[in-house]
Every structure is written in C-alpha cells, then in structure tokens.
C-alpha cells in the first residue's frame, strides 16, 4: 500500500418466546444506565423432557406484537448505544416467534445452512460470554438498527466446544437477517484484551455485509455494519461454455485500477445506476481489450468504510478513503460497488457477473488484498467493528505491554502466523476462488504476512508456505508487495517456494533514474529491462516473478511523474508530510502545468519511453487505470481520500487522447503480445542478448542499445538515449537477407511515433533525439 524506497452434540432443544410474566426476572444492565426486560427463551431437553430458564435467553427487540423495543444508534465514534423504547402493552403472542434450537455445530465458522437450520459458529479463545444478535429490518433508512435486536445469550455449557461458541437455529428466514456479536471478557488491556460487549460486532466469516447502501452516503455516515447471509437466491449461472482464462504468468499485461474510479465520472457516459460499479467494469470491457492488457489487478473491493476518516475530527475528516485499504471483513464483497445501491446480495451476484464478463473477453481478475491490518485504528483512537472486540489478544500483534504494534502504518497488524488467523485468510482466499472465481491476488504490505506472532521476521513464514502448497490456489497468482512499514524490505528475498512473484521496487525506481537522466544508471537499467536475474535468478523463480512496473496506485502518476519534481498534497490536510519524498521524478523544466509546447512535447517522449521500457522488459508488467491518456493528480502522490476527479478516469480526456497517447500506449501492449521476445520463460541466455555496449563503466552515458535475438531471425533492436543531445549511433547487421524496419521513434509525433509494419530504409546508422527510444524490427 505504501511507496517503498525505495459438534455438533445429540442433544435438541425446542425454543418457544413467550410473555413475561409477573415472576420474570428484573431487568438487566446492558449498557451503562440502560436496561431492557428479558423474555426467556425456554428450552425443552427432548430426551429427558426436562426444562431449563437459563440455557438461553432472547431480548426481543421489534415485533409486530407490541412486545417492548429495544433500538440500537451509533455515535460518532462508531460504538453501539442502546436505548430502551417506552413498553407497550403485551398483546398478540399467540403469533410470537416459536424457533427449534440447538447447541449447533463447530464447523463451519460463520453461518451455514444445516439440516436443522442455520447454524452460527464464531472463534473466541479469551471471551467469557456470548451473544448472538438478530436484527429482522424493516427497510427503512438502510444502515442503522431501526428494526431492534433479538439477543440470544450463548450458554457455555452448551454452545461451546473448545474456543468455538456456536448455536443453530431452525425456522430463521433463509435471507434479509442481520446479525452479529456481543462478547464480553477480561478487561485487562495491559494483557491485550479489548473486550466491549456494548458493541455488536461483525462475524469475521460473514459472507455479506449490510452497511450504507451508497458509497460515500454523508447522511449515513455513522451507521453500523452487520453481517447477514443469502441462502434464497439460486446458485450463480456461470454458463455451460464458461472457462477460466488460464494465462501463462509470462504472458500477463496487468492492469491496476479501482472499480469505483474507473466508471464513476459523469464522462463514462453510464447510467447514474451503473456508474462506479461492479456493472459498470462490465460496459467499459471493449476499452480494456482495445488498450490490449489481459488482466486486471482491482484494488481493495473486500467490504471497507469508506468514511472512516469523518469518524471524529482530525486533519482528514474531508476525505473519503476510496481506495479500499481498510478492511471490514475478509469474505465479503464491497457492498456499495452495487448498482442502484443494491446492497450486499446484489453486490455478490453483481461481483460474479463483472468477472464472468472479464473471463469471457480472455481478461483475468487479481484481487489487491489486504490482510496485514484492518479497519480497527490503534488503541489512542480504538473503532471496534470485528476483531478488536472478538479477541484483540490472538487476531492482532501486541507488544509485551499489550499494546497494538504498527508494522502496517495504520495502527494495528493483524497477527497473520497465529493458526487461527492464518486459517482464516487461507478460508478468505479459498472463498475468493471457489465462489468468485478469481485468478490470484496482490498482497498488501505482505512483508508483515512473514512476521512471527512477536513480530520478528521469519525465514520460513507457515501463511507464505501454506498459500505457496494450497491445493485450491494453485492455479492462482500470488504477488506480494515484499516490503511493510516495519522497514522489513524482501525485494528479491521474500520467501516464495518458487511460486510467489513480487512488485519489484528495485525496477520501478532504476527505471526512472534511468530514463529522467541520472548518471550511473546504464547498468542498473540493462539489469532491469533483462528481467532482474540479480534478484530472481535463484531456485526455480522465473523472470516472470518480477512484477515490473514503474507507476502504481501509490504514487505520481505518470503524467506526474513527468510534471512534477515535489509531491503536492496540501489538499490531503496533513501540511504535505504524507505521502513519499522519494519520487525519482523530473518536471522537465517546469513545475506541474504549462503551454510551453517544447516542455509539454518533451514531457509526452518521456512517458513513452516509460511505457515502451516497461513493455519491453522481461518479466510481467503492470501499468495503472489512466496512464493510457495521461491522467494527472497534480502532483497529489497520496490520493487515496479523493473521491473525485483526482482519481476518477476521465473518459472525456481519453477520447482527446485516442489518436496519439492512447493510440502508443496501445499498440506497444498489442506489439508486446505478438513477440515472445519480450516475455521469456527463463532469464536470457548469452545467444538471446546482445549488448551494443563496450563501455559499462562509462558514469556519464545514458544511452543503451541491445538486439533481442529470434530464432527465425526476426531480432529487434532498441536504443535509449536518456541524454540531453542527439545521438548518431551505429546499427548491427540485421540477420541475412533482412533488414531493419522502425517500429517505434518517440521523438515523432502520431502517427509516425508507431508503426506496426515498420519503416523500411532504414541506414547503417540512426540519429537518436535526446529523451527518446527507438524499436527496430528485422524483417524481409
């Protein structure tokens, strides 16, 4: 995320809900002052016939009956506040709620369909009391808890087996419940505990979230989140001539980008409905195969509250956090990337139809995932949704004071080599493949996913060797971002078992001193364009597990990189320290925008050379959502609070683009398909390479030229002359009986810049411009 430098038991029962009556026991606390009567639920032992008043008991929050209510509101801060409604007369009971109840069943955590039921199943080692919430919505303002709560006190006698509390409840309608969690425990936090049974907490293994129906909703900005489930609907129709893609690593042109930006702009020329959504990818199809990439790498699209920095007043409570990476939930979809605010069902359904679309154009789908922290903030400003409140003390790291450490740059780290956290990111990742069918995943931070519980790195990460060995996710991608904010930086050393790739940092940052001018770079930058065998070549990784790329999310962009020598991120409100100071970028004589035509003309060379440098290289390239017409943040390198033009792909300004930035940008990926050349299997040998360079040592030069060598004698030459004057340079004999024709000049305009077929007269020697590349094709 962040710019590096870089039981199921024998035992039935039956449940019936009657009314209080006059020896009911006194009401009791729930929160602070606040009281609610109980209703017992009674439970009927069906094999002895014995009762019992205390196995289980439900506070009835809302029914139709006039039974007293209980309603749930949020403050600011997020926390539950409970509020007892005056009573109303009892009345009406003979049509209460009449549920078969069991202890339920272990496995699986979260919610299941049984036999018997739906059963609930939740993990909490250190909790001494638990209870299930029920909230039956009666659909009014989507997000609050209007609709009451049905709290059944979980009896550890019987509704726990080992650290699983669990209860199965028959008779439950099979969608539109929402439900989640108090728990309550030791309150010690100098031993780690975070325990609040105040705040009804979300399932880590819920599969749907209900929040806010629409994204960045102001007017439901302290509403609560809940998990619910939907076992109504039928299963998804993947189509009888479905296929997985199933493209070769090496063979990857990864595009990154946000779901919601990539439509959201009034320019997509989208429905109101659609736009910003998961249907909203689907329309915009036919551009991703016209730019010709064959992947894409969606970041965060797990549930997140986007407006978690408005949750108390700070530097950025203006901001609206639309990357995504601050996880809620590690199985749900992101619920307000739904269409018409179509909520969480919707959100499910829709996800599988953007990605059976995708498959279908011969486009995989990389999922950005975070799981080395979550939404929770730190201890000074604690907001506890889920984990924090389950069980602090085994899902998050603590220091020896019990305190949250930070390797994520958020506040807590999600303490990935415990077992039960490591099953439960493995459970995530199998969800994500079974039921959504997704290609792989980019690992955030995941330099934290190699920390011991202590946080000390280890050589042999269990969670890295179990999704490295998973059967499940075997065809899938696996990328790490090999670097936390713990300074554990494993560029080239992640632990990987021949399986996972890496974002190369190291190719990201030579590539851009190179081609800005930096003295010194010449062979740093031959390293990288060759596929970085000085980090990769060791066992059996491949060139292919270098993710190269030279823009990401993070960052300028690539219009920035060529517009600005200093981040501009005043709009963020933390003064301009956010954000990285280590940009490698050059403004080409100018800070940010002007009409100097040769400034805007040398700025247009530059990032050409980029792109051309990056679909050239060996190894699998990754460029960013904008970059194919010039998008420009101005100078914003942390824009992850801006829900707006920052970060939105105007459609608008790619139509102006078309017929020449786009058009490059384009046909280079396209060039790139059509020769393997550029996307070897294993490094390149001594007869695949040669150097045009006699003078490695040479500090000063900033010019490169090299032959790819076919076996059909199809080479291809290129040059880079990174210095600020022309070059006249001499050309190697092309293979017998061919001759060179140019392909690419980035000296010229559109056009001339690109040419499939080639130029053909070309001499023995070529005049190279300064800040330019040029590709030259041997043909007949």
């Not at 790498?297 to 978690?308: Q, R, Y």
């Not at 069902?345 to 995932?369: P, R, T």
């Not at 202590?454 to 899938?476: E, F, H, M, Q, T």
């Not at 002359?721 to 690419?744: C, G, I, M, Q």
Request: net charge negative; with cysteine.
């Amino acid at each position: 995320m962040l710019h590096q430098p870089l039981l199921c038991t024998s035992r039935s029962f039956h449940a019936s809900l009657f009314s209080a009556a006059a020896n009911t026991p006194k009401p009791t606390s729930l929160a602070g002052n606040l009281s609610t009567r109980h209703i017992w639920l009674k439970f009927t032992n069906q094999a002895t016939g014995s009762t019992s008043n205390n196995s289980c008991r439900g506070i009835v929050s809302e029914t139709r009956d006039g039974v007293k209510l209980r309603t749930t509101n949020t403050n600011a801060y997020g926390r539950a506040q409970e509020e007892v409604i005056k009573d109303e007369a009892v009345k009406g009971m003979e049509n209460k709620p009449s549920w078969e109840i069991s202890p339920g069943q272990t496995f699986p955590l979260g919610v299941s369909q049984v036999d018997n039921g739906v059963n609930f199943a939740i993990f909490s080692q250190h909790a001494t009391a638990v209870t299930l919430c029920l909230v039956f919505p009666e659909r009014g303002p989507i997000g609050t808890l209007d609709g009451g709560i049905i709290e059944l006190a979980l009896d550890p006698h019987l509704n726990k087996t080992g650290d699983v509390w669990h209860i199965c409840i028959e008779d439950l309608p099979r969608s539109n419940v929402l439900y989640g969690y108090r728990i309550d425990g030791p309150q010690d936090w100098g031993k780690g505990h975070r325990f609040d049974r105040s705040i009804v907490l979300v399932d880590p293994y819920a599969k749907l979230i209900e929040g806010r129906r629409h994204f960045g909703d102001i007017s439901m900005k302290l509403s609560k989140f809940l998990g619910t489930y939907d076992f109504d609907s039928l299963p998804f129709d993947w189509g009888e001539n479905y296929k997985l893609p199933n493209i070769a690593e090496k063979d990857l042109v990864i595009y990154e980008m946000n779901v919601r930006a990539f439509t959201n702009d009034e320019s997509s020329g989208l429905d109101n409905n659609i736009r910003g959504s998961y249907l909203g990818v689907i329309e915009k199809i036919p551009h991703l195969l016209e730019l010709g990439i064959n992947a894409v790498e969606l970041l965060p699209i797990f549930e997140f509250d986007e407006l978690e920095l408005q949750r108390r007043p700070n530097p950025r409570d203006h901001m609206i956090n639309t990357w995504g990476y601050s996880t809620i939930n590690f199985f749900a979809p992101m619920s307000r990337y739904a269409s018409a605010g179509g909520g969480p069902a919707n959100a499910s359904q829709e996800f599988k139809q953007m990605v059976k679309a995708l498959h279908s154009a011969g486009i995989e789908v990389i999922l950005d995932v975070v799981y080395n922290h979550t939404n929770e903030a730190d201890d000074p400003h604690p907001y506890t949704t889920s984990f924090r409140g389950i069980d602090n003390k085994v899902y998050y790291m603590l220091d020896d004071k019990g305190q949250l450490m930070n390797f994520s740059g958020c506040g807590n780290t999600l303490n990935c080599n415990h077992p039960v956290v490591m099953e439960l990111i493995l459970d995530s990742l199998r969800h994500w493949v079974t039921e959504y069918h997704v290609d792989g995943f980019r690992f955030d931070l995941a330099s934290v996913l190699c920390r011991g519980t202590d946080g000390s790195p280890l050589n042999a990460p269990p969670l890295i060797r179990a999704i490295a060995k998973d059967a499940v996710l075997s065809r899938c991608k696996i990328i790490a971002e090999p670097w936390d904010c713990g300074g554990l930086y494993l560029v080239g050393s992640f632990p990987n078992w021949d399986r996972w790739a890496e974002w190369n940092g190291i190719y990201r940052d030579d590539i851009r001193k190179f081609i800005k001018g930096d003295s010194g770079m010449k062979g740093s930058f031959a390293t990288r364009v060759s596929g970085s065998s000085d980090l990769y070549r060791v066992n059996k990784r491949r060139p292919y597990h270098s993710i190269n790329f030279v823009i990401a999310h993070d960052g300028f962009s690539l219009r920035d990189l060529v517009s600005y020598n200093f981040k501009h991120n005043e709009a963020n409100g933390e003064g301009g320290n956010d954000g990285c100071n280590d940009n490698f970028s050059w403004n080409c004589g100018l800070e940010g925008e002007t009409d100097d035509a040769s400034i805007r003309a040398l700025r247009s060379r530059q990032m050409k050379n980029f792109h051309l440098a990056l679909m050239i290289s060996q190894g699998t390239p990754m460029m960013l959502m904008g970059d194919e017409y010039g998008h420009t943040r101005h100078g914003n390198n942390n824009s992850y609070g801006h829900d707006s033009a920052i970060n939105f792909f105007l459609w608008d300004q790619l139509d102006a683009r078309k017929g020449d930035h786009f058009r490059f940008f384009s046909n280079v990926i396209k060039y790139r398909h059509a020769h393997k050349l550029f996307s070897h299997e294993n490094f390149l040998s001594e007869n695949e390479i040669t150097w045009h360079e006699d003078n490695w040592d040479n500090y000063d030069s900033k010019f490169l030229a090299f032959t790819l060598h076919d076996r059909n004698g199809e080479d291809i030459y290129l040059a880079f002359n990174a210095h600020d004057y022309f070059l006249e340079v001499s050309l190697p004999t092309p293979p017998t009986k061919r001759r060179w024709f140019r392909v690419v000049d980035t000296n010229l305009k559109s056009p001339d810049d690109f040419v499939l077929d080639g130029v053909p007269k070309v001499g023995k020697t070529y005049s190279i411009a300064p800040y330019s590349s040029i590709l030259l094709e041997a043909k007949f």
